[in-house]
């Protein structure tokens, strides 16, 4: 379904984005181009909703190049303004209401295009990560604190600049991905350590299967689904690329050029991509309003879309928010078919919940724990398969 143009009637521009919420399965989204216009795309029904719109605030600005936005896979969605402003904002999803909280440091500059952000479970504490673009600056905010604290720049490279297009992912485990627009660079950074590598990995190869040499740049986006990063070159191509740690770049089948608006056209400023459980949905910007579904492990011989599958790599357990009140997304993938439980223990070492237990294929998938029925404390949820067992701290606040 087509993002609506109302209330601004204007479509996707720069400071547009995606982000999935695995916690009430919804897809929450800024138009950019200057516009207040915020929504929610229901992934079951295939509807959108429009949603409180986002304030002017003290910066009195509205979103532009730089505006990006990141769920908590909880109640919460954090957004930067942009629009060469340092506003952060906080969106609660209970109560349908904006927050503006610290802005970003200033630095050596506010926040432009370029910019992108990744929210991190570290211990038991939530973390935005936010590249700035334009310098190399790299910060984080606690979100249990509300404030920012400097990291080790991201590596300036060749050029000293993140331009728009970069982007930034978290796999999930360990490490954050930042691939330099208008570059063959990409860096990881390791959370563990808290350093970035010294080295560059090679990036997303300039030529591709529509016969042009072009470079990773406006409208260029990424996200991670469990195993690869799945990134849009932007830069007006529609190019899909997948990166799998160790095993390089794969070129996809390329979003189609005519759409929902009856026009070619190639991804540009506004270009999104943001990935569910099993796949991944993407903004082509360019001045339209078109939202597309791409399914990136489909079954072994299935026509469509990406048929020459890129494989989980594999076991892997994550779950979030956590801490958590009104629940969390569990999400986890299996590289075989294997038989699953989910289960949920509390300190005594007692069952205290069952969330599944069957066959799975491979792939990655999403469950959701309740808290309901269960006291505050810390709990121990184990994953268990046929070939491996693996098990993260759940606390409920």
Sequence with gaps: ????????????????????????????????????????????????????????????????????????????????????????????????????????????????????????TVGDVGYVYLLKGQGCEFYRYNTQTGEWSSLADAPCGKNGLWLAGSWLVYDGDHSLYAHKALSQEMYRF??????????????????????????????????????????????????????????????????????????????????????TENMLYAFKGSKTNELWRCVPYPEPGDGGAMAGRTPIARFALSVAPNPMRHGAAIRYAVPAPTNVSLKLYDITGSLAKTVRSGWVKPGSYTAKLSPKGLARGVYILKMRSDACDLTRKVVIE
């Design 1 to 120: 379904a087509e993002l609506p143009e109302l209330p601004s009637g204007k479509k996707e521009g720069a400071g547009g984005w995606l982000a999935y919420n695995a916690g009430d399965l919804k897809i929450y989204a800024a138009k950019g181009d200057g516009t207040p216009d915020f929504y929610a795309y229901d992934t079951r029904t295939n509807a959108w909703a429009p949603l409180t719109p986002i304030p002017a605030g003290a910066e009195q600005a509205l979103p532009q190049d730089g505006c990006r936005g990141v769920t908590d896979d909880g109640d919460m969605v954090y957004m930067t303004k942009g629009a060469n402003t340092l506003g952060f904002w906080g969106y609660t999803i209970s109560t349908a209401s904006w927050t503006q909280l610290a802005d970003v440091p200033e630095g050596k500059h506010k926040v432009k295009g370029g910019t992108d952000l990744a929210y991190v």
């Design 190 to 275: 390791d959370l563990l350590s808290g350093a970035w590598d010294p080295d560059a990995i090679d990036g997303m190869p300039q030529a591709g299967s529509d016969g042009g040499k072009v470079q990773l740049g406006p409208g260029g986006c990424a996200a991670w689904l469990v195993g690869a990063v799945f990134a849009l070159k932007g830069n007006n191509t529609n190019q899909l690329w997948a990166y799998v740690p160790g095993n390089g770049w794969h070129e996809l089948d390329a979003m189609p050029e005519t759409g929902t608006s009856g026009q070619k056209k190639r991804v540009h400023l506004g270009g999104d991509i943001t990935a």
